[in-house]
């Protein structure tokens, strides 16, 4: 894997106001996440402080050997930290043992996941000699048909399939605790259970006590390597279910890490933008551990939405933040074509703030958390900051060249590694 520079997430600030925490907390400018257990998944590890960690899923066939490793290397190199593959069949999850040595012997290991679907025991018992993690949907693990006649479910035919799903799933609870593996319960709104239907409808509510249901089948045979998801398509929904889920989780001590996602976003700029609304929103509330964006694209194109997200929150920093005003009519030069040309030159610094601002009347203000600044100060004149602090003018033709110099003058400069920077994860959202 190519090295993704991440800085390390920033220090929880220390408040040294009269505040209560909660109160204090209203007001933090940094996001203090919400405190989880950590579950390791091959080298990765995700929740207990960790940064959040980025996920895609191949959409090759896992039958492909050849293109399944392709499609896992290739995530891997841009920045994604787990892959993920499906495993419809037995067949689909012996694959998975040569996919394993091949990526081993031909690349490094990668952590991957398994996802198991309809009636998957004897699959997931199989795949999970092969991968680091498992995931499951409590709506399907144990296959209801639906009846088209019933009413209602009694109490004893609800218990009954409660007593089935244990039996189904405890034998792979067993084979991950005793491997030091992990499991995703993962709840998909769109395939819940008919029993929590019937009990629950089709709600956050139900979503959630069908994870419920599955952690303390889990915690009963001392495993707790669990990761949990509750995925809708509509963003409202998948909030809910993640809020109600932390609120159920901390009346019952519970601590688990959660995978988040908008499944089904669908593709193009609003693709983006809901699993922006979606993913974005829960983390700028402490919630959330790993995330994978699920566009209706090249899984590869999913990885810069993620870094893009956490980057906008503070949480990781894998790229330069630019700091750019929208043009006004004080601009004084073409913004959109400086900018350009400044992030051309300099978007493999990673760990800087660059402001590039059109004119002098906010800028300096603006801009002042930036590391470097490059100002529009008067027609065809540059001012260059360092903080807030301006370094010197100069003619409008040499200010890019110049912010380098300047970069270069305090030690902060590298030169570009043509292999990492070709890779698109500081592409923007």
């Known amino acids: 894997m190519l090295t993704m520079p991440t800085l390390s997430s920033p220090p929880a600030p220390i408040s040294t106001s009269s505040d209560t925490p909660a109160e204090a907390a209203d007001f933090e400018t940094t996001i203090i996440r919400r405190k989880t257990r950590p579950v390791k998944v091959g080298d990765v590890t995700i929740g207990s402080g960790h940064p959040v960690v980025v996920q895609s899923m191949i959409n090759e ?45 031909t690349y490094q290991t990668v952590p991957l996941v398994a996802d198991v679907h309809h009636n998957g025991m004897k699959i997931a ?133 959660l995978h988040l996602g908008v499944t089904e976003a669908g593709d193009g700029e609003y693709g983006r933008i809901k699993s922006t609304a979606g993913i974005g929103t829960l983390l700028a509330m402490g919630i959330g551990d790993t995330i ?44 959109e074509e400086v900018l350009h040309k400044v992030r051309e030159a300099t978007s493999h610094l990673t760990g800087l703030d660059i402001a590039v601002m059109g004119c002098i009347v906010n800028g300096p203000g603006e801009m002042a958390d930036a590391d470097y600044g490059y100002v529009g100060k008067q027609p065809g004149t540059i001012a260059l900051y360092r903080g807030r602090e301006e370094i010197k003018r100069v003619p409008e033709a040499q200010g890019v060249e110049e912010l380098i110099n300047l970069i270069k003058g305090d030690g902060r400069w590298l030169e570009p590694d043509t292999e990492t920077t070709a890779a698109p994860v500081g592409a923007t959202v």
């Not at 980057?311 to 073409?334: D, I």
């Open 125 to 257: 018992l199989e795949v999970a000699k092969h991968v680091d993690k498992v995931r499951i949907n409590p709506g399907l693990y144990v296959f209801e048909k639906p009846a088209s006649d019933r009413t209602e479910y009694t109490q004893a035919e609800f218990d009954g399939i409660g007593a089935k799903i244990r039996e189904t799933l405890e034998p792979l609870v067993i084979s991950l605790r005793d491997q030091g593996k992990a499991m995703r319960i993962g709840v998909n709104h769109g395939s819940l259970a008919e029993r929590m239907l019937f009990t629950y409808g089709d709600t956050p509510e139900g979503m959630v006590e069908s994870a419920l249901e599955f952690i303390r089948i889990c915690e009963s045979l001392d495993f707790y390597n669990i990761v949990i998801s509750l995925k809708a398509s509509r963003v409202p929904v998948m909030l809910a279910a993640y809020r109600l889920m932390v609120k159920r989780m901390d009346e019952l001590g519970m601590s688990y890490p």
């Open 292 to 335: 994978r964006v699920s566009l209706t694209e090249a899984p590869e194109k999913e990885i810069p939405v993620c870094y893009s997200i956490l980057q906008a929150l503070g949480l990781r920093k894998t790229m330069v933040e630019y700091v750019a005003c929208p043009s006004c009519g004080r601009t004084l030069f073409n913004l």
């Open 61 to 105: 066939d896992t039958l492909d050997i050849d293109g399944s490793v392709a499609g896992i290397r290739r995530l891997h190199e841009i920045g994604c930290e787990i892959v993920r593959v499906t495993v419809p069949s037995m067949a689909h999850a012996r694959a998975l043992a040569e996919i394993k040595d091949r990526l081993a012997k």
